[in-house]
């Protein structure tokens, strides 16, 4: 074979390596996305299971797995996003146990009839575990 053909079939061969091997995928990583960002998207999802609630605030775990929501009427919600399975509940005060954690920015909550939002959860401040333990004790 002529050396052209050579050259353009190993110049193919890179072409076709970078763009299955070495380009840079396109999905944000997670230090790409805010936190302002993804307390919009939970409450944006938590609204799915309950459109007329209103959220007042968010605050979410360290893993930005699950997201503690205070909404406007006193309530409480938890949405809790795992394995891309997505739950939502509006806490009712006899239904969880609430401890704390020896970590001073931990919490835990068992759910014994919702097993899937029962955790430890630590947050990114002890300000935080502060606020959400004081919105679940003070949920109507």
Do not use: C, H
């Not at 307390?39 to 930005?64: C, L, N, Q, T």
Request: charged content about 25%; aromatic content about 14%.
């Amino acid at each position: 074979m002529e050396t052209w053909i050579w050259v353009a079939i190993a110049i193919a061969a890179v072409v076709a390596a970078y763009y299955f091997l070495l380009r840079p995928k396109s999905q944000p990583t997670a230090s790409d996305v805010s936190v302002d960002e993804t307390y919009k998207w939970a409450a944006s999802e938590f609204r799915r299971s309950y459109p007329d609630e209103r959220v007042a605030a968010v605050i979410g775990d360290k893993e930005m797995e699950t997201f503690f929501l205070r909404l406007v009427n006193g309530k409480v919600g938890i949405y809790r996003s795992r394995r891309g399975k997505g739950q939502a509940i509006i806490v009712v005060q006899s239904d969880y146990r609430l401890r704390a954690l020896p970590e001073a920015n931990g919490l835990q909550v068992d759910y014994p009839e919702a097993d899937f939002f029962s955790g430890n959860y630590l947050f990114q401040t002890e300000r935080d575990a502060a606020d959400v333990s004081t919105w679940m004790l003070n949920a109507r």
